[in-house]
């Protein structure tokens, strides 16, 4: 098997003056990266973490976040990626680590062992020589390569084993789908701790492509490094997608070749119109798991959420006892890739629920419309129940988000003082005045005929890193809030 880092140091003598990394201003060549990969190799090895250990690396620079990952890849060592605001029961999830390296400033973790990375220890680390003759390690597909935290849109996180040959297939993903190669400039847009981030900047790197970062909670510094550094594939889920959109300033010239890729959550077709008028070339969405990698490739041109499965994925729709249902039918969406996971790590209890007879169940309802043909619908457990009328939320969101001037808007049902469930609509930085915001739901909602509604303004929409809502925390929002208005 092949590490990235081998990747790298071919590029490095090929080409080593070509730029793998603009980061903080600074152009940083394949030559810079591999002499600092391999020093900091040298560095990790020192700490005698077991191949096939696992370490939590925290590190808020991004250079030394990604140099100890992928120098950590070439021991054979899995990393988990953690940040410096982490909950607690996230947290939690990586206390059985070998080893956790972090910046000083991280929340204590109950590991065994802890390395803080200090301004010393970093500078001694890169100033070691390169050995002249690298040992050999120890490479195979089955090495442990990332350990990642999931939770979805509800429940508690989650620990997913990724091994080499499965990060392969994800970075190979990445390569087909958005023809990653020596042209590309790739713009970083959310943390390592994502891995379709992660698994994407690294496929560029192998490429030999140019990754770039910017201030990911600032739309604006994205805005002027898409512009600045001629960026040409970006990620941005769909609610970065609309924060990088109200941020372009008046007179914007928008980019001759940018693609943007979109997974998380559904595009709406008003917010991939503005994106395609205003800033991309095309825009593409992918259906996924961290438990399966790629399922669904959704077409530029497809606004239902219908696309084609991915080379070598089996899709079936089935119904509450998991019995397949024919073509043209709603149900449960349940899925088979060549490289998939078959288990939680310690949670026997989620694994049974999500891992059936050789299936991943991703919590998702579907049709099938013919021979890999899927449109996904949304959350089996976004499915809205009034009074036996049954509703997928984005369905709602989707309608509402045409009519309404929002930065962002979620919906969910809860009982009303009479127990019957009643249409809550949580909203965000709202656009319209209060009696302007009625009538426009009024109209968006009024064909579902759901009767009385309810509104509640929240700071924000709770979402995962991955842009999906979260259920659970959008209905204690919405019990919390006190300033409810009623539809007139």
């Not at 990393?79 to 607690?88: I, K, M």
């Not at 891995?195 to 600032?218: F, I, K, P, Q």
């Not at 929002?406 to 009643?422: Q, R």
């Amino acid at each position: 098997m092949t590490t990235t880092a081998d990747y790298i140091a071919f590029h490095a003598t090929e080409r080593p003056d070509a730029v793998a990394l603009i980061h903080q201003g600074r152009a940083i060549t394949f030559a810079e990266l591999n002499r600092d990969l391999r020093a900091l190799t040298r560095a990790l090895a020192k700490l005698e973490v077991p191949t096939g250990g696992s370490v939590a690396v925290g590190a808020d620079d991004l250079y030394t976040h990604w140099l100890l990952l992928l120098a950590f890849e070439r021991l054979g060592i899995a990393t988990t990626s953690f940040l410096s605001v982490e909950t607690e029961a996230s947290v939690r999830l990586l206390a059985d680590v070998d080893l956790v390296l972090s910046e000083p400033h991280f929340p204590a973790v109950g590991a065994r062992r802890h390395c803080a990375i200090t301004g010393e220890w970093l500078a001694q680390a890169l100033a070691l020589e390169p050995e002249d003759e690298e040992p050999a390690l120890p490479c195979s597909a089955s090495d442990p390569l990332r350990i990642l935290r999931t939770s979805g849109t509800t429940g508690s996180p989650k620990r997913i084993a990724h091994w080499r040959a499965l990060h392969d297939a994800w970075a190979m993903g990445w390569i087909v789908m958005m023809g990653l190669g020596r042209h590309t400039r790739l713009l970083l847009t959310m943390s390592f701790s994502v891995n379709g981030m992660y698994a994407c900047a690294t496929a560029c790197l192998r490429t030999g492509g140019t990754v770039v970062s910017a201030d990911m909670r600032n739309a604006r510094d994205l805005v002027r490094a898409i512009a600045d550094h001629r960026i040409n594939a970006v990620i941005l889920v769909p609610f970065q997608l609309g924060q990088v959109l109200d941020a372009l300033p008046p007179g914007f010239e928008k980019p001759p070749d940018l693609a943007i890729y979109s997974f998380g959550a559904a595009v709406s077709s008003v917010l991939r119109r503005r994106a395609l008028d205003h800033l991309a070339t095309e825009l593409l969405d992918i259906y996924g798991t961290n438990e399966t990698g790629v399922i669904v490739w959704i077409g530029a041109s497809r606004d239902d959420g219908s696309g084609t499965l991915w080379p070598g994925v089996r899709v079936e729709i089935v119904d509450d006892r998991d019995i397949a249902l024919p073509r043209g039918q709603i149900g449960r969406i349940r899925a088979q890739t060549p490289h998939m996971v078959q288990a939680y790590l310690g949670d026997p209890e989620a694994t049974r629920r999500m891992f059936r007879d050789g299936w991943f169940y991703p919590g998702d309802l579907g049709i099938l419309h013919g021979p890999g043909r899927l449109q996904i619908l949304g959350r089996g457990d976004d499915l809205l129940n009034f009074g036996g009328r049954k509703i997928p939320a984005e369905t709602l969101e989707q309608t509402i988000m045409k009519r309404v001037t929002l930065g962002d808007v979620a919906v969910c049902s809860i009982p009303n003082a009479a127990g019957i469930e009643a249409l809550f609509v949580g909203v965000s930085d709202v656009g319209d005045d209060d009696s302007e915001l009625l009538q426009r739901l009024n109209d968006a909602l009024g064909p579902f005929q759901l009767g009385q509604f309810y509104v509640v303004k929240l700071p924000r929409i709770p979402r995962n890193a991955n842009g999906k809502i979260q259920r659970d925390l959008l209905k204690r929002a919405v019990v919390g809030a006190t300033a409810k208005l009623p539809a007139q």
